[in-house]
Nanobody, 121 residues
Framework: QVQLVESGGGLVQAGGSLRLSCAASGRISSIITAGWHRQAPGKQRELVAAITSGGNTNYADSVKGRFTISRDNAKNTVYLQMNSLKAEDTAVYYC???????????????WGQGTQVTVSS
């Protein structure tokens, strides 16, 4: 019904920047909350940043001041601007969205397939 596709990952040197995008498609009435999570090898998946439909944001302490989450409701797309990247930011980044399915009052949680971010020190 709904698909999330991430893009923008890659290899970058420490101190560099990347911008991740998450495009949602399918039977979407509205996106309530969207967020980015990450999972490094051998570690649990953790929330990096989230944004509500009203534009309120929250961030993990480890990325505050360096990462910025934003959304374009017209395009059903969520972004994560990552600056001053560190080696410890290396992980697979997953997009997540709580979506109201078009034609229903049902909200479901969806995940993208993930995009690799590698920061070399």
């Amino acid at each position: 019904q709904v698909q999330l596709v991430e893009s923008g990952g890659g290899l970058v040197q420490a101190g560099g920047s990347l911008r991740l995008s998450c495009a949602a498609s399918g039977r979407i009435s509205s996106i309530i909350t969207a967020g980015w999570h990450r999972q490094a090898p051998g570690k649990q998946r953790e929330l990096v940043a989230a944004i509500t439909s009203g534009g309120n944001t929250n961030y993990a302490d480890s990325v505050k001041g360096r990462f910025t989450i934003s959304r374009d409701n017209a395009k059903n797309t969520v972004y994560l601007q990552m600056n001053s990247l560190k080696a410890e930011d290396t992980a697979v980044y997953y997009c997540n969205a709580e979506v109201i399915v078009a034609g229903t009052f049902i909200d479901n949680n969806y995940w993208g397939q993930g995009t690799q971010v590698t920061v070399s020190s």
